[in-house]
């Protein structure tokens, strides 16, 4: 098992592959991997209009986001989607997709795996003051982003907890139990599965 403390010192800012705008790469598989050869990438992009997002063949990816009126993607000759604030989103990366944004800039949460080799889960626990969850995913890697708030997070039954505060996320590489929990104030949490695909 490997645990990553990472907070945003440790987060890097970089343009999209496109070059249309910046993003802030929180993690990336294997460590230091570009744009075309990662296993997963975990980021936060600002949108400040409306634009065509980078195509990524062979990548799932899942967007949630975080800020700003709701925005429409259109993936061309395909569908239309609105997004809903703090809702998981997952469409192919390899598809032609224009963002609209409804008025206001946006911010983003993404997350984006190789199809080939993993596939992607994202959910969102709002935890009240008090309040704890307990995750039993059967995936390689997870992780956990404090969005908002701070945490407690306990690890196979641990007495030792790690404090996650706001924009703090941490990774842990193995098949375990995962407590976190809301002891000082209201919070809410990304989570991430990472499950190795099977044939």
């Keep these: ?21 910046t993003t802030t790469e929180i993690a990336v598989d294997p460590p230091g991997a570009g744009l075309d050869d990662f296993s997963w990438r975990l980021s936060i992009a600002d949108l400040a209009a409306s ?11 899942i967007i949630l986001q975080t800020e700003g009126e709701p925005m ?6 395909r569908c239309r989607r609105r997004l809903a604030l703090l809702s998981p989103y997952r469409f192919d990366g390899a598809w032609p997709t ?5 008025g206001t800039p946006a911010r983003d949460f993404n997350v984006m795996a190789r199809r080939a080799r993993l596939r ?5 626990h709002s935890l009240a003051r008090g309040s704890r969850i307990r995750l039993c995913l059967a995936a390689e890697t997870q992780i956990v982003h404090a969005f908002r708030g701070r945490v407690a997070i306990r690890i196979d039954g641990s007495d030792t907890a790690t404090d ?14 995962i407590e976190v ?3 000082v104030e209201e919070a809410v949490v990304f989570v991430v599965a990472l499950e190795g695909s099977r044939p």
């Design 1 to 21: 098992m490997q645990i990553r403390h990472l907070r945003p010192s440790d987060y890097r800012v970089m343009p999209w592959k496109n070059g249309l705008g």
């Design 51 to 61: 634009g065509p997002f980078s195509t990524f063949p062979g990548i799932e990816r």
């Design 181 to 183: 929990a809301a002891d």
């Design 98 to 102: 224009h963002g609209e944004l409804g």
């Design 164 to 177: 996650l505060l706001g924009s703090e996320t941490l990774i842990v590489e193995g098949q375990v139990e």
């Design 72 to 77: 429409e993607l259109v993936h061309e000759e």
């Design 120 to 124: 992607p889960s994202a959910g969102v």
